[in-house]
C-alpha cells in the first residue's frame, strides 16, 4: 500500500519520447510527437491548446487508457507500457480517478451507487459510508438515490468529483470539466475541485481551455499539433 | 430522383457497417416460412380439388334411392355436362353350391367421367388401366369373388336372374367407397344389364349415384338448379364427408403448419422491431443534422422509408427463393401421406410469400421508424433530446391486425381466429404480467448481491420492457419444440401401453352363421384366442321419435355422418366387454324392441332415453326403444357397436358375424389357412394399420418440427437483436467501468451472468407453461395418464441459459475490446 508520504516529491508520472500515430485512410497520422514529461507528486499540471491538438489523447496515454505508439510511461515507478490492459485496470482503480468533460456517470446506477462502484470494483467493504461522507462533501447528502438523469449537469459533475475522490487516488486527471457547463456552475465545480485536491494532496493533471483555471495550477504545458512547446 | 440515390447510398453505407443484418435475416425467416407454407397449402389444395374429382369419379355427384329424375337429364344435356350414373346394391351369388353376399356395381357407359379402373386378365402383373366400366354381358369381378364362389375367368356368373360372364378381375376402383365393417367383395356390371337381373324392384334397397363433369360454369349452374330441388334422401357427395380418410389429416397438417408458422412470424417480428428500434437511435443524431440542413418531416420519412422498402423487397425476395427449397423439403416430409403426383404449385403463393414479407416489416418495423419523423434539429445543439416513442396503439395495433389477417387466412374461420387471437394476447400478457412481477421481486435482491450479480441482474433490470419481451419470445419457442416432442413420444408410447399384450390384432368379418362354428373350431385348432362373436347386420337409422334423422342433426357433426351410411347393428344378450352403461339399464329379460346407443352418438343425434328410433334394414323397417347409453373405449380393438339391440329384434335378418383375434408377428402365416379355406371372410390386419397410423403421426410431427426449427431460428435473431440493440450502451457503460478499473473479466462475467439469467428464466417459464399445457392436454383432452417431467425441470432451464448466454457472447467481445479510451471522446 502506498502513503502519500512515501511518494512526497518523488516522479509519480515519467513520460519519455511518448508518440502516439494512428492508421487513417489517408495514411499515418501523428497525433502525439516525442513528449518528455516529468511530473512530480502533489504537483498540479494544466495542459492547454487549441482543440485536436492532441490533450485528451496525452491524458489518456498517461493514465493508462490507451497504449501509446512509441515512447515510455512510468507510473509510481511502473512501467506502464509493459502491463496488460487488466494489470492497467487494476493500477487505475488503485491509483487514478478521473473526471470528464461530459461526467461519464453509468444511467443506471444511483448517484450513491455510481460513487461506490470503484471502491467495490476494488474489493472496498466500507463503500457505502465513504461514498455516502464524500457525497455529502460535495453537498448531495439529499440526493443519494437520485438517477444520473434526474440530476442537473453540476450535480452530476459533483457525483463525478466524488466518484473520483472516493478511492483517494494519488493522481487526478481532469479532461475539460467545466466543458459541457454554464461558467457559474464551471467556477463552483473548479472550487471544489480544487479544495478537494488539497484535502487529498492528490496530484492533478487539468485539461483546459481557460487560461485562467491554468493559471490557478503550478505549472502549465502547451501542446500544438501533438508536439509540446 | 437524387434523393432516392441519396436513401440508397446511406442504405449501402448502413448495411456496410451491419446495422442491418439480424432485420434482413429476422425478416428472411419470416418470409421463408410463410412462403413454404403458403406454397405447400396451394399445391396441396390444387391437389385435392383435381384429385377430389377422381375420388368421386366426378366433378359432381349425387346420391339418391331412386332414379334419376327426367328434368334432370334434361337440364344437364342443356348446360352440356357428360353424365354418368352407377347403381350400387346387395345381392347374394350362388355358384357351384356356394354362397356370396356381393356388392354389386351396375355402370352406365359413360361411367368413370373421372379417374379410371384397373383390370387384369388373372396375372396380377398385366393389370391395365381402363376409363369404361365392363360391357352389356360381362361381369369384372373382384378375385375373392372367383375363389369364394369356386369359378374361373370366362365362367358364366348369375346375378339375380341374368346370367353373365365373369370376364375380367377388377383391381382398382376410383370411387370405392366403404367403411370398416362392409367389405363385401364387388361384382360390376353394364348398366343395360341391371333391368334383366330382375333384382331392382319397388322398395329394394339400391344407391344410385349420378355423375356430371363439364365447364365450372355450368357445373355451377346446374348445381344451384339441383340443389334446392333435393329431398332428404338425395345427397350431394363431398370429398370431406365422404372421403374423410383422406381429408382430414392434410387439413389438419395445413392447419397446424399455418398457425406454427404465424409463431416464427411473430418471433420474427419482434426481432424486426428491435432492431429497428436500434436503428433507429443511432440515426437521431444524423437525422438531426439532415433537418438542420433543411430536410423537412416528410422527406425524413420518405428518405427512411425509401431505405426499408428497398431493403424489405430485397430480403423478401430472397425468402421467397428459400421458401420454394424448405416447401420441397416439407413435401418430402410428408410425402408418404400425399398422394402420388402433386399439383404444380400457383404462382400467388410465392406471392403471398412475398406480401407476408412486406407486410411484417411495414407492422413492426413503422412504429419504431416513424420516431425518426419526431427528431426535433435542436438535438444537434442539445444532444439528450430523444423524440417521444411511438404511440403503443400504434405499435401493438398494427402487430395485431397483420397477426389476425394471417392467422384468419389459414384458419379460415373468423371465429376461430377472434378466439386463437384473445386467447393468444390474454396468455402473451398474463406471462408478461407474470414475468415483470418476477423481475419486480429480484430487483428487491438487488442490494444483498455481490457486485458481479448486481451488475448482471441490474442488466436484465434495467430495460425490463425489452427483457420480458425476449423472455417471452424465447420461451413461446422453446414451449412450441417441448410439446411437439413430449406429447408425441407420450402419445405413441401411452397408446402402446395402453393395448395389453394381445389386444387383439385382427378382425374377421362377413362370416356367415353357418361357417361360425367351423371357423370357431378352426382357430382353436390354431391356438388363436378371439373375442366374442357378434352379428352383424346393415341398417340405416331413419328417424328418431318418428322424425327423420336429417331434421334433426346439425350440419358436419359425428352424427349427421352416421345417418349417411349403413351402420353395423348387432344384438346379444350380454353387455359386450369395456362398455359401461351410463344411463338406464342393460335388458335382464329378454325382450325384444329394444336399443342401447353409444353415448357420444347419442349426444350428436340428441338421442335420449325411451325414444323410439326407427331403421331400414333392407326394404323392412324396425323399431326399437332406447333403454340405455353406453360408452365405449374405441382404442380397444374388440368389434364395438354403436347400435346394440335386444335379442329377438334383429333375428331374422340376413346377418353374418364378426370378431377379433390376436396373432403374434411371428405367426402371421396362419392368416393364410384361414383365407385360403373361408375366402369369404374378410380379415382386417389391424397391426398395420395401426403401423400406418403411426408413420402418419410420425411425419406429421416432423414436419411440424421442422418448421420448429424456423421458430428456433427466428428465436435466435430475437436474441441477437435484443444483445445489439443494448450494444452502443453496453461498450459506452464497459469503457467507464474500465476506466474505474474494472478488468476485462468482470465485464464478460457479468454479461454472461445477464443472459445465461435471462435464458433461465426463459427456461423455467418455459416448463411451467409446457407443464400446464400438456397436463390440461393430457387430463383433458388425450386422456392419458399425466406424470411431471422431471427431466425438462432440469434441462430446459439449463439449455435456455447456455443457448441466450452464447447468443450474448457474441456481442460481448465488442464489450471487452473496446479500448476504455472511448470515454474521452464523445459517441
Ligand atoms: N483513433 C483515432 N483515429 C484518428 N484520429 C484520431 C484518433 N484519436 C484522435 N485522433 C485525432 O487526433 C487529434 C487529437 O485529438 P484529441 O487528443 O482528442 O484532441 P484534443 O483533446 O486536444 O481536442 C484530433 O485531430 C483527432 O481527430
Ligand atoms: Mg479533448
Known amino acids: 500500500m502506498h502513503t502519500h508520504a512515501d511518494l512526497a516529491l518523488k516522479n509519480i508520472i515519467v513520460a519519455e519520447s511518448l508518440g502516439k500515430a494512428v492508421q487513417t485512410s489517408e495514411g499515418v497520422l501523428h497525433i502525439l510527437r516525442s513528449i518528455h514529461l516529468c511530473i512530480k507528486s502533489g504537483e498540479s499540471i494544466a495542459i492547454i491548446g487549441e482543440s485536436g491538438s492532441g490533450k485528451s489523447t496525452l491524458i489518456s496515454l498517461l493514465a493508462g487508457l490507451d497504449t501509446p505508439s512509441s515512447g515510455t510511461i512510468r507510473i509510481n515507478g511502473h512501467e506502464l507500457t509493459t502491463m496488460s490492459e487488466d494489470g492497467r485496470a487494476a493500477m487505475r482503480n488503485e491509483l487514478i480517478g478521473f473526471v470528464f468533460q461530459s461526467f461519464q456517470l453509468l444511467p443506471s446506477l444511483t448517484a450513491l451507487e455510481n460513487v461506490m462502484l470503484p471502491l467495490e470494483l476494488g474489493g472496498d467493504k466500507q463503500a457505502k459510508s465513504l461514498a455516502t461522507a464524500l457525497l455529502t462533501r460535495v453537498g448531495l447528502a439529499h440526493r443519494l438515490s437520485h438517477m444520473p438523469r434526474q440530476l442537473s449537469g453540476g450535480e452530476q459533475q459533483r457525483v463525478a468529483l466524488a466518484r473520483a475522490f472516493v478511492t483517494r487516488p494519488v493522481i487526478l486527471f481532469a479532461d475539460e470539466p467545466t466543458g459541457n457547463l454554464d461558467s457559474k456552475t464551471g467556477a463552483t465545480i473548479i472550487d471544489l475541485l480544487f479544495e478537494l485536491n488539497q484535502e487529498n494532496n492528490t496530484t492533478l493533471i487539468l485539461v483546459t481551455h481557460d487560461q485562467a483555471l491554468a493559471a490557478r495550477c503550478q505549472r502549465t504545458i502547451k501542446l500544438d499539433s501533438g508536439s509540446m512547446v | ?827
Open chain 2, 1 to 827: 430522383m437524387s434523393r432516392f440515390n441519396l436513401a440508397l447510398r446511406l442504405l449501402w453505407r448502413d448495411s456496410r457497417s451491419g446495422e442491418l443484418t439480424i432485420l434482413v435475416m429476422a425478416l428472411i425467416i419470416a418470409v421463408t416460412s410463410a412462403t413454404a407454407i403458403s406454397l405447400f397449402a396451394d399445391r396441396l389444395q390444387r391437389t385435392m380439388t383435381t384429385q377430389t374429382a377422381d375420388f368421386l369419379a366426378a366433378d359432381l355427384v349425387i346420391t339418391s334411392p331412386d332414379v334419376q329424375p327426367a328434368n334432370w337429364i334434361t337440364k344437364a344435356q342443356a348446360l352440356q355436362l357428360h353424365a354418368a350414373q352407377t347403381a350400387d346394391f346387395s345381392s347374394v351369388l350362388i355358384e357351384n353350391d356356394e354362397m356370396l353376399l356381393a356388392s354389386v356395381k351396375a355402370v352406365s357407359n359413360a361411367y368413370p367421367l373421372r379417374g379410371y379402373l384397373k383390370i387384369t386378365g388373372g396375372d396380377y402383373s398385366e393389370e391395365h388401366t381402363v376409363h369404361q366400366g365392363p360391357p352389356a354381358g360381362q361381369a369384372w369381378v373382384e378375385k375373392r369373388v372367383l375363389s369364394a364362389l369356386k369359378l374361373k375367368l370366362g365362367d358364366a356368373l348369375t346375378v339375380g336372374e341374368k346370367k353373365l360372364i365373369a370376364s375380367q378381375i377388377l383391381t382398382y376402383e376410383t370411387d370405392k367407397q366403404g367403411d370398416f365393417y362392409s367389405f363385401s367383395p364387388r361384382v360390376m356390371i353394364n348398366d343395360a344389364d341391371l333391368p334383366a337381373t330382375g333384382i331392382i324392384q319397388p322398395g329394394s334397397h339400391v344407391h344410385y349415384f349420378f355423375q356430371y363433369t363439364g365447364e365450372a360454369s355450368a357445373l355451377q349452374a346446374f348445381n344451384q338448379w339441383l340443389k334446392p330441388q333435393l329431398n332428404p334422401s338425395q345427397r350431394m357427395l363431398d370429398i370431406h364427408k365422404d372421403r374423410p380418410e383422406l381429408g382430414s389429416a392434410l387439413n389438419r397438417a395445413e392447419r397446424y403448419l399455418g398457425l406454427s408458422s404465424i409463431i416464427v412470424i411473430l418471433i420474427s417480428g419482434v426481432a424486426i422491431a428491435m432492431a429497428t428500434r436500434r436503428y433507429t437511435e443511432r440515426h437521431f443524431n444524423a437525422t438531426a443534422i439532415l433537418r438542420c440542413l433543411g430536410l423537412k418531416q416528410r422527406d425524413i420519412l420518405w428518405l427512411y422509408g425509401c431505405q426499408f422498402v428497398v431493403l424489405g423487397v430485397l430480403a423478401s425476395s430472397i425468402g421467397c427463393g428459400l421458401g420454394w427449397f424448405a416447401q420441397q423439403a416439407l413435401f418430402h416430409l410428408l410425402r408418404g401421406l400425399l398422394p402420388q403426383h402433386v399439383a404444380n404449385p400457383g404462382l400467388l403463393a410465392v406471392f403471398f410469400g412475398f406480401i407476408v414479407g412486406m407486410a411484417v416489416l411495414l407492422a413492426f418495423a413503422l412504429p419504431p421508424l416513424l420516431r425518426l419523423k419526431q427528431v426535433s434539429p435542436l438535438r444537434v445543439l442539445r444532444r439528450e433530446l430523444e423524440p417521444l416513442p411511438s404511440s403503443a396503439w400504434l405499435v401493438y395495433g398494427l402487430a395485431l391486425g397483420i397477426i389476425a389477417v394471417l392467422i384468419e387466412r389459414y384458419t379460415g374461420d373468423a371465429k376461430m381466429t377472434a378466439t386463437l387471437l384473445g386467447v393468444g394476447l390474454l396468455t402473451l400478457l398474463v406471462l408478461g404480467l407474470l414475468v415483470y412481477g418476477l423481475l419486480r421481486v429480484t430487483g428487491k435482491l438487488l442490494p444483498h448481491l455481490n457486485l458481479t450479480w448486481r451488475f448482471g441482474l441490474q442488466g436484465i433490470l434495467r430495460n425490463s420492457g425489452a427483457s420480458v419481451s425476449q423472455i417471452l419470445a424465447f420461451s413461446i419457442t422453446l414451449v412450441a419444440m417441448v410439446l411437439s416432442f413430449t406429447v408425441r413420444t407420450d402419445l405413441i408410447d401411452n397408446w402402446q401401453k395402453q393395448l395389453p399384450d394381445n389386444a387383439p390384432n385382427h378382425f374377421a368379418l362377413n362370416i356367415f352363421p353357418a361357417q361360425q362354428a367351423t371357423f370357431k373350431q378352426d382357430m382353436q385348432a390354431l391356438d388363436i384366442t378371439h373375442s366374442q362373436f357378434y352379428p352383424v347386420v346393415k341398417g340405416r337409422l331413419v328417424e328418431i321419435n318418428n322424425t327423420p334423422v336429417q331434421q334433426v342433426v346439425s350440419k358436419d357433426s359425428q352424427g349427421e355422418s352416421a345417418t349417411h351410411r349403413e351402420l353395423s347393428l348387432t344384438f346379444t344378450q350380454q353387455l359386450p366387454e369395456d362398455n359401461k352403461i351410463t344411463q338406464g339399464t342393460w335388458w335382464q329379460t329378454v325382450q325384444a324392441g329394444q336399443v342401447s346407443v353409444e353415448q357420444k352418438l347419442a349426444t350428436s343425434l340428441k338421442i335420449k332415453l325411451h325414444d323410439q328410433l326407427t331403421f331400414t334394414v333392407g326394404s323392412q323397417q324396425i323399431k326399437a326403444e332406447v333403454t340405455s347409453l353406453r360408452s365405449l373405449d374405441w382404442d380397444t380393438m374388440r368389434p364395438n357397436f354403436y347400435m346394440v339391440f335386444s335379442p329377438g329384434t334383429l333375428d331374422a335378418y340376413p346377418s353374418t358375424l364378426i370378431t377379433s383375434f390376436y396373432l403374434p408377428e411371428a405367426h402371421k402365416n396362419v392368416l393364410n389357412t384361414l383365407v385360403k379355406k373361408y375366402p369369404a371372410i374378410t380379415i382386417l390386419e389391424v397391426d398395420v394399420i395401426v403401423k400406418q397410423f403411426k408413420t402418419i403421426l410420425l411425419q406429421l410431427t416432423q414436419a411440424i418440427n421442422y418448421l420448429l426449427y424456423f421458430s428456433l431460428l427466428a428465436g435466435f435473431t430475437v436474441l441477437f437483436a435484443a444483445v445489439y440493440a443494448t450494444l452502443d450502451h453496453r461498450i459506452q457503460e464497459g469503457a467507464i467501468l474500465r476506466t474505474l478499473g474494472a478488468k476485462r473479466s468482470f465485464l464478460t462475467k457479468i454479461h454472461l451472468l445477464e443472459f445465461g439469467l435471462l435464458g433461465f428464466i426463459a427456461g423455467v417459464l418455459t416448463v411451467i407453461m409446457s407443464e400446464a399445457i400438456i397436463y390440461s392436454l393430457y387430463t383433458q383432452v388425450m386422456h392419458i395418464a399425466y406424470s411431471p417431467n422431471y427431466y425438462l425441470w432440469l434441462v430446459i432451464p439449463i439449455v435456455g441459459s447456455i443457448c441466450v448466454a452464447l447468443a450474448g457472447y457474441s456481442g460481448i467481445r465488442y464489450i471487452v475490446n473496446k479500448s476504455p479510451v472511448s470515454v474521452l471522446r464523445e459517441l
